[in-house]
């Protein structure tokens, strides 16, 4: 069975600062895909950044990266120069080499602060 | 980018009524769709996976019967409420995912049914 872990349910950083939001996972499927997306106060899912599980490189999207430590099967979020606009819900997800669908974690609220 | 279009977003229906969920990806073919339900300050939990031209797949827990769902179009997956209770009361979202667009699935903007 696939599990996403988010141990941040709330973090505050201060605007224009990085921040980083922990995801660890467990899966027993050889390959796999990581996730993460945003979702703000009017409910839609935003696509963030994804991870292949045999990506020699950290996933990069303009101000988001991927920190993926595959041995200790965590993939955290890094923000850079948060905005006001970063504030919102972020979800970890994986989905497995077998699957299509996802797994969610509990989600971390993020607010930035100006 | 690929957009999957959901309506409609809100829904406030009488307690024994019936409410229909459409989802629809636009400028691409989904054979596949998924159906997920979010209760507030909660994560993502999927109902169901919507495949075209055959019965959907429920995960476990989920009322088939309650939670109808049909795939007639390679654009279009349904979800239909049946007989509807305030505890069905939720955020409910669809996804599909344009392979040509990458890994992403994109979601759709998702409906908020009150029960009352």
């Known amino acids: ?114 | 980018g690929a957009v999957v279009s959901q309506h409609p977003s809100r829904v406030i229906c009488k307690s024994g009524t019936s409410v229909k969920i459409e989802c629809r990806s636009l400028d691409f073919q989904a054979t596949t769709m998924f159906w997920y339900r979010q209760f507030p300050k909660q994560s993502l939990m999927l109902m169901a996976t919507s495949n075209e031209g055959s019965k959907a797949t429920y995960e476990q827990g989920v009322e088939k019967d309650k939670f109808l769902i049909n795939h007639a179009s390679l654009t279009l997956s349904t979800l239909t409420v049946t007989s509807a209770h305030p505890e069905d009361s939720s955020f409910y979202i669809c996804s599909a995912r344009d392979p040509s667009e990458g890994y992403g699935y994109t979601f759709g903007s998702g409906t908020r049914l009150t029960v009352v």
Request: net charge neutral.
């Open chain 1, 1 to 114: 069975a696939q599990k996403i872990t988010q141990t941040q349910p709330g973090m505050f950083v201060q605007e224009k600062e990085a921040v980083t939001l922990d995801c660890t996972y467990d899966t027993s499927d050889p390959s796999y895909g990581l996730f993460w997306y945003k979702q703000p106060s009017s409910g839609e899912m935003i696509f963030l950044i994804y991870q292949g599980s045999y990506d020699q490189q950290n996933a990069t999207e303009g101000r988001y990266s991927l920190n993926f430590q595959k041995a200790r099967k965590s993939a955290n979020l890094v923000i850079s120069a948060s905005q006001l606009g970063d504030s919102a819900m972020y979800f970890c997800a994986m989905r497995g080499h077998y699957g299509q669908n996802f797994v969610f974690g509990p989600g971390t609220r993020l607010s930035v602060l100006p």
